[in-house]
C-alpha cells in the first residue's frame, strides 16, 4: 500500500483554504479522542454534511493514532481544511526527527491492529505523507470530497 504523491504544500498552495483549523496535542493515547472530537465540533460549526464528517473523524483517529503509537513524538499538530477545489484535507504532523513514513502491512485474521492506513486508503481520495514544513518530523495527509 503505496500512499499517492501529491505534496501537502503544492495543494494547498494552489487550493487556499476556505476555512482551516490547526490544534496541538501530547503524543498520548488519550488525545486520540481529544483529536476527533476537536474535529467533530470544528466540522460541525462549519456545518460540514454528516458522512463526510464521520469519515474525517475516522480519519483524524486513524493518522492520530499512528503518530502517538508509531513514532517517538511527544506532541502531534493536526490540522482540517475546506481547500478551494473542493477537499477536505486533514493532516497530522508529527514531530520524530527520524522522518519515518507510514507503511502498511497485511494484519493476519487475529491481529487486533494494523489496519489503519487500510481504512484510510479506503476512504480517502488522496492520501501520502511528506516531511513536515510545520515540524521537524513526518506530516501524513488525507482528502476527502466535501463535495459529495
Same mark, same amino acid.
Given at each position: 500500500? %503505496?500512499? &499517492?504523491? =501529491?505534496?501537502?504544500?503544492?495543494?494547498?498552495? *494552489?487550493?487556499?483554504?476556505?476555512?482551516?483549523?490547526?490544534?496541538?496535542?501530547? +503524543?498520548? !493515547? %488519550?488525545?486520540?479522542? +481529544?483529536? #476527533?472530537? =476537536?474535529?467533530?465540533?470544528?466540522?460541525? +460549526?462549519?456545518?460540514?454534511?454528516?458522512?463526510?464528517?464521520?469519515? $474525517?473523524?475516522?480519519?483524524?483517529?486513524?493518522?492520530?493514532?499512528?503518530?502517538?503509537? &508509531? =513514532?517517538?513524538? %511527544? !506532541?502531534?499538530?493536526?490540522?482540517?481544511?475546506? =481547500? /478551494?477545489?473542493?477537499?477536505?484535507?486533514?493532516?497530522?504532523?508529527?514531530?520524530?526527527?527520524?522522518?519515518? #513514513?507510514?507503511? @502498511? !502491512? !497485511?494484519? @493476519?485474521?487475529?491481529?487486533?491492529? @494494523?489496519?489503519?492506513?487500510?481504512?484510510? &486508503?479506503?476512504?480517502?481520495? $488522496?492520501? /501520502? $505523507?511528506?516531511?513536515? %514544513?510545520?515540524?521537524? @518530523?513526518?506530516?501524513?495527509? $488525507?482528502?476527502?470530497? +466535501?463535495? *459529495?
Amino acid at each position: 500500500m %503505496t500512499p &499517492h504523491t =501529491t505534496s501537502t504544500v503544492h495543494l494547498l498552495a *494552489a487550493h487556499p483554504p476556505h476555512r482551516e483549523h490547526w490544534f496541538g496535542l501530547p +503524543a498520548l !493515547r %488519550t488525545s486520540v479522542k +481529544a483529536a #476527533r472530537d =476537536t474535529v467533530r465540533e470544528r466540522l460541525c +460549526a462549519w456545518r460540514v454534511p454528516g458522512d463526510l464528517c464521520c469519515d $474525517a473523524v475516522l480519519l483524524v483517529s486513524e493518522l492520530t493514532t499512528n503518530a502517538v503509537i &508509531h =513514532t517517538s513524538s %511527544t !506532541r502531534f499538530l493536526c490540522g482540517i481544511a475546506l =481547500t /478551494g477545489d473542493e477537499r477536505l484535507r486533514i493532516e497530522v504532523h508529527d514531530d520524530d526527527r527520524t522522518a519515518r #513514513r507510514p507503511t @502498511g !502491512r !497485511r494484519p @493476519g485474521p487475529r491481529d487486533e491492529g @494494523g489496519r489503519g492506513l487500510l481504512l484510510v &486508503h479506503q476512504l480517502a481520495t $488522496a492520501w /501520502g $505523507a511528506d516531511r513536515s %514544513t510545520r515540524t521537524e @518530523g513526518t506530516v501524513v495527509w $488525507a482528502d476527502l470530497r +466535501a463535495d *459529495a
